[in-house]
Nanobody, 114 residues
Framework: QVQLVESGGGLVQPGGSLRLSCAVF????????MGWYRQAPGKQRELVARITTSGSTNYVDSVKGRFTISRDEAQHTMNLQMNRLEPEDTAVYYC????????WGRGTQVTVSS
């Protein structure tokens, strides 16, 4: 059974940086595009960054130039480097296949506030 474990969230001031990590336990990592998603209070979950098995990346417009997604095939991990964070980035961040294929993990809370 696939398990997703997100980590690295926290409280940061506007303009700051965080690096999120996703550990993937199971077989989907090597055969699937992966994505970072986020859900802000009162809003639907949205895909913010996507990376294919070949390393091609896509980002939602609001994070382009600030976020960088990467994956480590050997470690079955995926990261999201978030720079120049804004209050609008406050959300719970999740990882999953893209499109989502398995149960969601607990996510990691990112709060951007002064």
């Amino acid at each position: 059974q696939v398990q997703l474990v997100e980590s690295g969230g926290g409280l940061v001031q506007p303009g700051g940086s965080l690096r999120l990590s996703c550990a993937v336990f199971g077989s989907i990592f090597s055969i699937s595009a992966m994505g970072w998603y986020r859900q802000a209070p009162g809003k639907q979950r949205e895909l913010v960054a996507r990376i294919t098995t070949s390393g091609s990346t896509n980002y939602v417009d609001s994070v382009k130039g600030r976020f960088t997604i990467s994956r480590d095939e050997a470690q079955h991990t995926m990261n999201l480097q978030m720079n120049r964070l804004e209050p609008e980035d406050t959300a719970v961040y999740y990882c999953n296949a893209e499109p989502p294929l398995v149960s969601w993990g607990r996510g990691t809370q990112v709060t951007v506030s002064s």
